[in-house]
């Protein structure tokens, strides 16, 4: 028994030497795991120091995109007010031209067809006035033969004043019939 007893006490003596040992080893490793804490901690210290001004200014850029977009919506707004306000503007002077235009087109037009006939009537009665006086003077001197013919001084003078006023009549005639045309295309 007596060797019983011993190996027993060399057992107990080797598991506390283990035991000892096993404690300084987890001493050790609770030291080197206190120091990785401890780095660790320093490490989110400093990213916890260099995230708040990130953290604070995004919340600023949030703050200020939020106001951007309320002030967009409200001009959002305003924009399709005044579009809407144009588009009745426009859409009222549409339908006051078409007023205009159904009121004033006929009289107008009626003006234009009177003006036109006044002109062709006129050129009418000179190109008669003309053919008559002709005819007249013809009948005054048998001696000329046509228009083209001999004249005297006095004959030649004559036709050249009524020439000279029925071409004065013709280019006022002609004046107005561009201007009739003109407002025909109006």
């Known amino acids: 028994m007596e060797v019983l007893n011993i190996i027993s006490i060399l057992i107990q003596i080797i598991l506390f030497i283990t035991l000892i040992v096993l404690v300084i080893s987890l001493f050790g490793y609770t030291k080197r795991l206190t120091i990785k804490v401890e780095l660790l901690q320093d490490d989110v210290n400093k990213f916890i120091s260099h995230a708040e001004p990130l953290i604070d200014d995004t919340l600023k850029f949030i703050s200020i995109l939020h106001d951007v977009t309320d002030k967009v919506n409200d001009n959002m707004d305003v924009l399709k007010g005044t579009v809407e306000r144009i588009k009745n503007t426009v859409d009222s002077v549409l339908e006051f031209e078409q007023r205009i235009q159904t009121k004033i087109e006929s009289p107008v037009m009626d003006s234009i067809n009177t003006y036109s ?44 004043e009524i020439q000279e006023e029925f071409n004065d009549i013709n280019k006022e005639l002609n004046e107005v019939r561009k201007k009739l045309e003109e407002m025909k295309k109006v």
């Open 117 to 160: 006939a006044i002109i062709k009537g006129i050129t009418v009665f000179f190109e008669r006035i003309k053919e008559n006086k002709y005819k007249t003077f013809r009948k005054s001197r048998p001696e000329i033969e046509s228009p083209k013919g001999n004249y005297n001084e006095d004959d030649i003078i004559f036709d050249d």
